[in-house]
T-cell receptor, first 108, second 112 residues
């Protein structure tokens, strides 16, 4: 199975940077997903890291260290619309194992 | 390209009834998986199908079942509904190994 840990809540100011950390203990680990979920909506795919290193996609970047069982999602130039829950999920054995999610609140 | 489509969007059932939820994956995607989301338990894996074969199953009772058709569309069935089955049921499809999983909008099931 997989154990995924991430902080429960984070608050940041519009325009700032926030880093959401995720640690995992897994079996059959293939890679690490990040999803964004607004209240009442389905999760939206943000990134998928298979290899170690940083993947940059616009204002969002994701990092993975397989040896340390660690990942982070970096949100830059925060906007009000980035207020949402961010879900870290390990992928292996054809399934996603999710963390409880980090609620990010962006304040003006 | 159309996204993952789930029907219906909302369902209200009473205890003891059964329910069938439907999922149409993104065109060309052959892997379909199902997840249950509740405020207390978060997102939990139910099962995954590829080419009509179940490749993995989560820790849910036998009342939860699923299947996949030759056109990759999938259904999940919950029998003898309990109040605790009230949840958002999400379907995700993927194009293959190391490909992202994309979620549908979900079916919100309320059991009264």
């Amino acid at each position: 199975g997989q154990n995924i840990d991430q902080p429960t809540e984070m608050t940041a100011t519009e325009g700032a940077i926030v880093q959401i950390n995720c640690t995992y203990q897994t079996s059959g680990f293939n890679g690490l997903f990040w999803y964004q979920q607004h209240a009442g909506e389905a999760p939206t795919f943000l990134s998928y890291n298979v290899l170690d290193g940083l993947e940059e996609k616009g204002r969002f970047s994701s990092f993975l260290s397989r040896s340390k069982g660690y990942s982070y999602l970096l949100l830059k130039e925060l906007q009000m619309k980035d207020s949402a829950s961010y879900l870290c999920a390990g992928f292996g054995d054809y399934k996603l194992s999710f963390g409880a999610g980090t609620t990010v609140t962006v304040r003006a | 390209k159309a996204g993952v489509t789930q029907t219906p969007r909302y369902l209200i059932k009473t205890r003891g009834q059964q329910v069938t939820l439907s999922c149409s994956p993104i065109s060309g995607h052959r892997s379909v998986s199902w997840y249950q989301q509740t405020p207390g338990q978060g997102l939990q894996f139910l099962f995954e199908y590829f080419s009509e074969t179940q490749r993995n199953k989560g820790n849910f009772p036998g009342r939860f079942s699923g299947r996949q058709f030759s056109n990759s569309r999938s259904e999940m069935n919950v029998s003898t509904l309990e109040l605790g089955d009230s949840a958002l049921y999400l379907c995700a499809s993927s194009g293959g190994n190391n490909s992202p999983l994309h979620f549908g909008n979900g079916t919100r099931l309320t059991v009264t």
